[in-house]
């Protein structure tokens, strides 16, 4: 299966039969038949049957990919069909209105136009033998310059020296017509007048007996008038995702599309605020600079957060996901630890660890590039040489050890740790050769001497072994407290190996448990020792944290998980993806929250500095993007996928997994409307501009329209636009509220007349110049050049165009956000290209003033909002502005008029000498220019 994507003139001349044919074969490669036979020779053994499943698998799900891309193509050629029996009558009868007065067809004529689905007409050669000279004319559009196939002029030379000007562009037979004597090849891209032509050269006209010479020449002339006229006024572009051809028709601001220039904005984007906390898996990941300022990460950024003064400072110098963290002694300096990731083309790309400076954002050594696999698990800086070395654990099937030199950032000594999950390492505080590291089920005590690490492993005895050590601390007496999965405190410490007791193995020094203490109901998360010698624990099940003495007497407790403490005062970091500032006796409150599961749902405010957000956590969150914090949230019965805010900004309509949409009212949070549309998952919601009509697209294939009364709190059903052949992915209205525009899983693009019931717009030729009032369709003219050569149509989320229409934002796939111009019609337009996110970026929005750009993360949970800065803003030069994309048209329209006039007047005198020398019609030219002029004065006039 192909999966490039590329761009191409349109023939002008192609029928829309071989189109079809053409997008069908490219599905069902040679390629792809070839690869299914090899996997049948996939060996049946017990050692590789996973292999042959996985193979399998893919096998299936290309299949599937096949059906859908069929199913689509021949949804899309039976809707042409069913246009083109349509337009029949309404191309004879404007052929009829045509003719001047006085003039008639023949009644034989008149008999042969009832057969003018393929206007076939045989006869007989001198010898007897039957001749086909059957001449099929496809209708892809309403009576348009593209509506019937087009007249080629071309000035190629034959054997002989004569000119032929005119070629036939392939046909493709309707059925119960003869097939064409020889399939013709697809045309050149060379322009718009390019030449369709293998073989021997036919000219393109209506083979006419003698008694029907009249009605030949009225169909030439006006094949040659739609012609010309196309050339002046219509051209498209069509481009392919994985092998289906979209077609998009150029807008008639534009008469030169080879001439436009694409440039990068000059809007940029700056990090103004990142908002969540990747707390769910991670630990030991919050800390407390000499600063006062709060350190964390989620996603690609490393975040500062400035407690008192409600400021971030973030540090970006990493390439995917930051997994651990760490402070150094003197609590400026900062290691943190990343995933390996992948780059667009799939590869991985390699983890390492970044040691910088907390106060200058500066990097000052990167570790371990090319040398940890897959990422780094856990970092930790040693404490009694003053944060010379740094302990690193990869995510390694072994898990490596290794440990490094800070100042040269080379590495001291490395071993294999253990093939089990690992979850923390730390220096012991007072002697720099102790390591101790713990996991599933083990801890380990390494000792680091002459440049190699050896380990003991921690003897459980008589005590039940958890499954889960999760998190341990040295107490002042140097003893190490460990808290498992049991809810259990085990002190542990150094004495002599009892064979008897302890078997065997235990020989000299052991570490054994010493004491065990309940603590809390489920694992203990996290330990944090303080400075006069008590503990905080912080459980997970019983969402409890309490204060112990130095003899593990508990004291106090409330119900907060893994802390930090600052004094009196703690900052907890939950598991729930939020961070709590607070005291035992003041209670906590939340200054950090965030989403915890892939969100997909973004919508702006239309006045307000407000934006919504919801995804699979159930969580409908409503944010304030001036003060930085979250507004309100609330808890959904499933999870929501789109939204909406109405015009008036009064409410807000969410999209719900299951087919529900519920409508929210701002200010009491309450739910104030719910509806159900099909049982599919809702993927778009979208308001008309005057907030007359909502349009709820489905993965059912339908697009519901309401009629929205009351300020948005009543609404009743107007429609259903059906027509799509797959799930609805993102649609917009028109400026006037009286369209939609629309796009589909299987690269669709449609056009809706909702004032007239709904209905599908067969021509969308007609909708080339319509104006939109918002712009996130990801397939259109408009923003064809954001599409990367390669890419095999997932590869962007979202994308919106900014209100003031200058710039277009895009989300994709490889966790990237996108600045384009806009509009970018043009392929490989330049862009500004910004990272952040550590997973696919599932939305973007512009705020209601493009003051900032917001753009939301899948699996990180992460929404990051960007300010857009406006330097070097400029009006002026040859930028392209989205009303008027080039202004090209020509000042002076009688001279415009007079060169097309000659130049039509050559191509009617060339094609009148192809068909005399023929002997197919026999017309004086002045009676062709009589008829011809009248039709060219009409088209010049209402082009100019």
Known sequence: MELDIGYHWLSLFSTIFK???????????????????????????????????????????????????????????????????????????????????????????????????????????????????????????????TAIRNLQRDDHQDPNGSTESLSSASQTPISGSPAPPKDLSASSRSGPLSTILEGKKKPLCVVATSTSLLHSYLISCLTLFFTLSHWLTGQSIKMFIRGRPITMY????????????????????????????????????????????????????????????????????????????????????????????????????????????SSTLITLQQIGLGTFERGVGSVAFSFADAGAFL?????????????????????????????????????????????ITCGKSHIYFWTLSAGSLTKKQGIFGKYKKPKFIQCFVFSLTGDVLTGDSEGNILTWGKSPGDVKTLGKGAKGNTFQIMRQTRAHDGSVFTLCMLQGGALLSGGGKDRKIIRW?????????????????????????????AILRGTFSDGFVAIVQGHV?????????????????????????????????????????????????????????????????????????????????????????????????????SHDNFIYVYNVTECGRRYSRYGK?????????????????????SNSGDYEILYWDVAGGCKLLRNRYESKDREWASYTCVLGFHVMGVWLEGSDGTDINALCRSHSERVVAVADDFCKVHLFQYPCPKPKAPNHSYEGHGSHVTNVRFTHCDSHLLSMGGKDTCILQWEVKRAGTSDGGDRLHS??????????????????????????????????????????PDCYLGIFSFFFVLQTFAFC
């Open 597 to 697: 599961d892939e969100m997909w749902g973004l919508a702006t405010h239309p006045s307000q500095d407000v934006f919504l957000t919801c995804g699979h956590d159930r969580q409908v969150c409503v944010w304030n993007t001036a003060e930085h914090k979250l507004d309100w949230c609330t808890t959904l019965e499933e999870y929501g996928l789109c939204a909406d805010f109405c015009p008036n900004g009064a409410v807000v309509s969410v999209g719900l997994s299951t087919g529900r949409w519920l409508v929210l009212d701002l200010q009491t949070k309450e739910v104030i409307s719910d509806y159900t549309d099909g049982n599919e998952q809702l993927s778009v919601m979208r308001y008309s501009p005057d907030g007359s009509f909502l349009a709820v697209g």
């Open 721 to 741: 636009c059906n027509g799509h052949s797959s799930f609805i992915t993102h649609l917009d209205w028109s400026k006037d509220g009286k369209y939609i525009m």
């Open 549 to 577: 003495s130095a003899d593990l007497a508990p004291e106090r407790e409330c119900e907060v998980k893994d802390a930090y403490v600052n004094g009196e005062e703690l900052l907890v970091g939950t598991t729930r993806n």
């Open 250 to 357: 150029v807008p008639s601001n534009i008469q030169n599309y080879e001439d436009l220039r694409m440039e990068p904005p000059v809007e940029k984007l700056e990090l103004d605020w990142v908002y969540g906390y990747r707390g769910r898996d991670c630990r030991a990941n919050l800390y407390l600079l000499s600063s006062g300022e709060a350190v964390y990460f989620i996603a690609c950024v490393v975040v500062l957060y400035h407690i008192n003064n409600r400021t971030q400072r973030h540090y970006r110098k990493h390439t995917d996901c930051v997994r651990c963290l760490t402070i150094h002694p003197d609590k400026v300096r900062v290691a943190s630890g990343q995933t390996a990731g992948v780059d667009k083309d799939g590869k991985p790309l390699q983890p390492y660890v970044h040691i910088w400076d």
């Open 883 to 924: 009303g008027s994309i080039v202004e090209n048209i020509p000042k002076y329209p009688i001279l415009f008029t007079c060169l097309f006039t000659i130049q039509a007047y050559r191509s009617g005198v060339l094609w009148l000498s192809s068909c005399q020398k023929s002997n197919i019609i026999h017309i004086v």
């Open 19 to 145: 189109n079809d044919l053409t997008a069908c074969g490219s599905i069902l490669s040679p390629d792809l038949l070839s690869w299914s036979v090899c996997t049948d020779d996939v060996s049946g053994s017990s050692a590789e049957y996973p292999d042959r499943v996985f193979m399998m698998e893919g096998r299936l799900q290309a299949q599937e990919d096949e059906i859908m891309l069929l199913k689509s193509s021949l949804a899309d050629a039976l809707r042409r069909l069913r246009l083109h029996d349509q337009l029949i009558p309404l191309l004879k009868q404007q052929i009829i209105d045509a003719l001047p007065e006085g003039m008639s067809l023949t009644e034989e004529a008149q008999a042969k136009f009832h057969h003018i689905q393929g206007l076939e007409l045989e006869e007989k050669d001198e010898e007897g033998e039957e001749k086909d000279l059957s001449w099929a004319s496809s209708v892809e559009e309403a009576i348009h310059p």
């Open 391 to 435: 302990c690193v654990i990869d995510d390694s099937n072994e898990h490596m050890l290794s440990v490094w030199d800070c100042a040269k950032g080379t590495k001291h000594t490395e071993v294999k740790s253990t093939n089990e999950a690992v979850f923390a390492v730390e220096f012991n505080p007072s002697d720099s050769t102790n390591i």
